[in-house]
């Protein structure tokens, strides 16, 4: 008997920051780090150009504001070794810009760090720069340059995509080629490597059964349920 499978429209996407690329993957004392992976909710906001939603009450509405979005990416792994620059900065009173009216009078600056991803370019001998993929309606034309993190780092985005898409539906366990947010799987984790990222944890690497993926050459693609639920109600 042939399983099932659906025809989506999938892109590999391979970025490179053009700056360091600064956000709170987790603190520690005053210390702010960036973690070498980024969450793919970040990275869907980013290349769908929404930049701010306005909601009554004061928590974030992911579910609203992705199903207005059209297209989905996964969350990106850098493609080599991504390295990163420690920056000091001097934490001062943001009214008074005083350090001296700090709890015992002390004119004692409070120092902080972050810890940000130092900049990949294209064309280098060692390979840098991060990969995802993206889900995407037909219309959609994503663009090659965004803004993402902080301090609006500027990306850019190759895109290849890829012909003939096909998802299938597998009992057996796969491991994607690519990090999985748990939140897209509808199947049965066998075993997963987790790191804790806001706004919740991201797979770095997991092994999934009973659900859905896209198999083309060295790609090895898990369908989000999110995504196959879209495509679901569309038909």
Known sequence: MAKP??????????MHNHDFLWFSSFEISKTATTAPILHNYALTYAVNGFS?????????RYKEDLALMSSYATPALPLGQAKSTRFTQ?????????TDDAPGGKNSPALGWRIALDPTWTGTDVETGFKFYLFAEDS???ASVIRLGKK?????????EIAGAE??????PVVPSHAVNPLDVAGN???????AIPPHLVFQRAEIENDW????????IHVPSRWLDRVANAH
């Open 140 to 142: 959609f034309k994503p």
């Open 52 to 60: 701010h939603g306005t909601y009554r009450g004061c928590s974030p």
């Open 5 to 14: 499978s659906k025809k989506l429209r999938v892109l590999v996407g391979e």
């Open 152 to 160: 609006g780092c500027p990306i850019r985005i190759q895109w290849t």
């Open 213 to 220: 993926f896209i198999f083309n050459n060295k790609h090895k």
């Open 189 to 195: 984790i066998v075993s997963c490597s987790p790191l």
């Open 167 to 172: 998802a299938i539906f597998c009992e057996n």
């Open 90 to 98: 001097n934490a001062i009173n943001s009214k008074t810009l005083r």
